[in-house]
């Protein structure tokens, strides 16, 4: 042994590097491959890729068949959890009072960590403060720094599922459904298809759950996007083993105690300060806190928290913060403000990619100057095209028969899908599939690409053709004699980026855990609630 151990040092620098990779690499895949704890890690590597936009990857840590089985899991974990409905009576939300506040009478910000993260925590002593707020122009998200300023709100943080291609998508390709100020603005689906909801009601009860757009108007909500899933209902945790099925990731969650005050939380992710929360991690932190409801919203490259106009949290996005479609901001006089209704009219939405993402453009623009060339990497396992056929010179027909005709065939490129939005995700929509997201199971960030409501994210998750299911106007009252047909869900990204109301479907990738790409929906007719 100690003569072996001689002769390696001998060798030159370049051979002894690459033994000591080897042998890495053999004790590695032995402990991974070999033995039940490394099972279990390359269990929890899969959870985690399932709620990015990278899900179809996790196949490589546990197989395809596998794979599958823990997106199946994560959907139905996440309809599971959304079946019972919520008692509002468990909450009593203090009332308002007429005069100015200041910031620190509205809410309160922490710190807040783990073994393996760091955020921050925001407190909102009245719920009734809390809106929800949309891009100001067609055609791409916004920021929500940009939101908070523009609008001057207090504070303000990422909210529902969007579909995100290649996780270079313009943001403005929601998922699900957007309440604000009583009235949908946006929705991909029928009104008596439910959807995963995160939202608050006009008297500020918090309201996770899946639940129609009839159910949402007799509850009195008036500020809601979509994601999943929900972490507690009723005062009793929804993850009661494991760790949530989802990995680590970024996270965004909302709690609601008792007494009304509401709370936040974010979490950073995929950095060296922080690699993430789990589902169950973030669960206790608010069951910590006294909550009775809580749930997931879009996470991943999503997630951030902005107060008085500042960026607070370090988002894991690749060009800082994100184009989103939706954020829950806080205010001082939520009375005076009004979410833009950018969809209405538009009949066929671009969710972009790396074509037009004005960041990455310039990216390649500035390597192309370098003499660097790069290609980004698709969401998805893409097939090269068939390789035409072969053309021989044409032999002289001496049968005395017509000639047959030929064609030619390609294979065609797949496209893109949440959350996760797993979620995003995933893909779907990510997703947020994503994170991953977008609920997104899947996702962004996304939290996972990044599951969908009638998951993603995942997301989270959302289709590759860059189109997004025509959304609703709104202003037209419910009416229970005649409802549309239900039509196709697209799936929410768990992650980041986008993630929907329907659960994902296994062996897609996409910005949320989506299967395929989901059809687009028919448009509602826009429900106003009370």
């Given at each position: ?237 929804m993850i009661t083993s494991g760790d949530g099925g989802w990995g680590r990731a970024p996270r965004t969650a909302v709690g609601q105690r008792a007494d009304g005050t509401v709370i936040f939380v974010v979490i950073d992710g995929r950095q ?180 969908a409501g009638t998951q993603g994210q995942t997301g989270t998750e959302p289709g590759g053709s860059g189109t997004a299911p025509k959304p609703a106007g709104a202003g037209a009252a419910p009416s229970t004699d005649s409802t549309p047909a ?45």
């Amino acid at each position: 042994m100690k003569g072996s151990l001689q002769a390696i040092q001998q060798w030159s620098l370049m051979k002894r590097t690459l033994f000591y990779i080897a042998l890495l690499t053999f004790l590695t895949s032995s402990f991974l491959f070999l033995t039940p704890p490394g099972g279990k890690v390359r269990e929890w590597m899969a959870q985690t890729v399932i709620t990015t936009q990278h899900r179809s990857w996790a196949w490589i840590f546990v197989g395809a068949e596998r794979r599958d089985l823990l997106v199946k899991k994560m959907q139905d974990d996440i309809e599971l959890a959304s079946l019972e409905k919520q008692n509002l009576g468990l909450v009593s939300v203090r009332k308002k009072s007429g005069k100015a506040r200041s910031i620190d009478e509205l809410i309160k910000v922490e710190d807040i960590s783990g073994p393996l993260w760091k955020g921050k925590k925001m407190y909102v002593y009245d719920p009734t403060t809390i809106k929800i707020m949309t891009p100001n122009k067609p055609g791409e998200g916004e920021r929500i720094t940009s939101m908070v300023n523009r609008t001057g709100a207090v504070a303000g943080l990422n909210g529902g599922a969007f579909d995100d291609p290649e996780g270079l998508g313009n943001g403005f390709a929601a998922l699900g459904m957007i309440i604000s100020g009583g009235d949908i603005i946006f929705t991909d689906q029928d009104g008596s298809i439910p959807q995963h909801i995160v939202g608050f009601t006009k008297e500020g009860h918090l309201v996770v759950g899946k639940y129609d757009a009839f159910e949402l108007r007799d509850m009195g909500v008036s500020e809601a996007v979509s994601f999943y899933p929900r972490l507690i209902a009723n005062g009793k945790p929804m993850i009661t083993s494991g760790d949530g099925g989802w990995g680590r990731a970024p996270r965004t969650a909302v709690g609601q105690r008792a007494d009304g005050t509401v709370i936040f939380v974010v979490i950073d992710g995929r950095q060296k300060h922080s690699v993430g929360a789990t589902l169950k991690e973030v669960q206790d932190l608010l069951l910590a806190e006294g909550a009775v409801i809580a749930g997931n919203l879009d996470g991943g490259a999503s997630s951030e928290l902005v107060v008085d106009g500042q960026l607070v949290t370090k988002p894991s996005s690749r060009y800082g913060e994100r184009r989103l479609p939706s954020a829950f901001l806080v205010y001082d006089d939520p009375d005076s403000v009004q979410a833009t209704r950018v969809w209405d009219g538009i009949d066929k939405i671009d969710a972009g990619g790396s074509h037009d993402h004005p960041d990455f453009l310039r990216e390649q623009a500035e390597k192309r100057a370098k003499g660097q060339t790069t290609t980004p990497k698709p969401a998805t396992e893409t097939k090269p095209p068939a390789p035409a056929p072969k053309t021989e010179p044409a032999k002289p027909d001496t049968s005395g028969k017509a000639p047959a005709s030929s064609g030619t065939s390609g294979e065609a490129k797949p496209g893109t899908a949440p959350s996760g939005k797993e979620p995003a995700a995933g893909g779907g929509g990510t997703g947020s599939a994503g994170n991953g997201s977008g609920t997104g199971a899947a996702g962004s960030g996304g939290e996972p690409a990044k599951p969908a409501g009638t998951q993603g994210q995942t997301g989270t998750e959302p289709g590759g053709s860059g189109t997004a299911p025509k959304p609703a106007g709104a202003g037209a009252a419910p009416s229970t004699d005649s409802t549309p047909a239900p039509s196709a869900a697209k799936p929410i990204a768990p992650d980041g980026g986008g993630t929907a109301t329907k659960p994902v479907e296994a062996g897609d990738a996409a910005t949320t855990p989506a299967a395929t790409p989901a059809p687009a929906a028919t448009a509602a007719e826009p429900i106003k609630t009370p």
